[in-house]
């Protein structure tokens, strides 16, 4: 999926439908899932975590993510088939937008896509990393998984020929997608929370 959607972005540019993941080394790109819960605020016990995750960008092409909800019932948690989850109470995964912020309420059965820093680099800022950041619901608990969709790790990430030009200097350094991530404090929650899954799995 998520290679289909740079092709479409490359079209989208102009370019060869191709010209994404021949650049970005796709062949051999770095995925990584990591998976985050959230309690509901009537649950939370401790007031330092009264928010889902502080506004971010993340690394990478694109983030893919799938989420499920949870409404929490007095005698103890029940799965809810979710898809009624009223969006006016709010929570979830939000993005700002022309200055705002707003939920972005996407249904279980689908999954979001955000644009991550790498193409914003790549496209020497065309394409803009989304700011996002993950507010808690009242009432209601939810498990997201997102799966970040990347470049080779030796793929060296820097603004295109293409899109740079007398007006437009390159606005970012060029380096290797590896060391943008031993760089990115980001990255090592990430890299820290697809561990535990691991280690859970094995
Ligand atoms: O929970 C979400 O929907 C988004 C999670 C997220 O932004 C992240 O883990 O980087
Ligand atoms: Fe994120």
């Given at each position: 999926m998520g290679i289909q959607l740079l092709r479409g972005i490359s079209k989208s540019l102009?370019?060869?439908?191709c010209y994404m993941e021949k650049k970005m080394k796709l062949e051999s790109g770095y995925n990584i899932l990591g998976p985050n819960f959230y309690q509901s605020l009537s649950r939370c016990l401790d007031d330092k975590n009264q928010i889902g995750q502080f506004p971010h960008r993340d690394p990478g092409l694109l983030v893919l993510i799938a989420q499920n909800w949870r409404i929490l019932e007095l005698q103890g948690s029940i799965d809810h088939p979710c898809s009624s989850v009223d969006p006016s109470l709010g929570g979830g995964l939000q993005i700002k937008h022309q200055g705002k912020w707003l939920n972005a309420d996407f249904p279980p059965s689908s999954i979001g896509v955000l644009v991550a820093d790498h193409i914003e680099i790549l496209t020497n800022g065309k394409y803009k990393s989304l700011l996002h950041r993950v507010a808690l619901n009242t009432e209601v608990e939810r498990l997201s998984l997102p799966f970040f969709f990347g470049p080779s790790l030796d793929a060296i990430v820097k603004p295109e020929p293409e899109f740079v030009d007398d007006h437009n200097p390159p606005s970012y350094r060029q380096m290797t997608y590896k060391e943008y991530l031993e760089s990115n404090s980001r990255y090592h929650v990430i890299e820290a929370k697809a561990n535990l899954i691991n280690e859970a799995l094995l």
């Amino acid at each position: 999926m998520g290679i289909q959607l740079l092709r479409g972005i490359s079209k989208s540019l102009g370019l060869e439908e191709c010209y994404m993941e021949k650049k970005m080394k796709l062949e051999s790109g770095y995925n990584i899932l990591g998976p985050n819960f959230y309690q509901s605020l009537s649950r939370c016990l401790d007031d330092k975590n009264q928010i889902g995750q502080f506004p971010h960008r993340d690394p990478g092409l694109l983030v893919l993510i799938a989420q499920n909800w949870r409404i929490l019932e007095l005698q103890g948690s029940i799965d809810h088939p979710c898809s009624s989850v009223d969006p006016s109470l709010g929570g979830g995964l939000q993005i700002k937008h022309q200055g705002k912020w707003l939920n972005a309420d996407f249904p279980p059965s689908s999954i979001g896509v955000l644009v991550a820093d790498h193409i914003e680099i790549l496209t020497n800022g065309k394409y803009k990393s989304l700011l996002h950041r993950v507010a808690l619901n009242t009432e209601v608990e939810r498990l997201s998984l997102p799966f970040f969709f990347g470049p080779s790790l030796d793929a060296i990430v820097k603004p295109e020929p293409e899109f740079v030009d007398d007006h437009n200097p390159p606005s970012y350094r060029q380096m290797t997608y590896k060391e943008y991530l031993e760089s990115n404090s980001r990255y090592h929650v990430i890299e820290a929370k697809a561990n535990l899954i691991n280690e859970a799995l094995l």
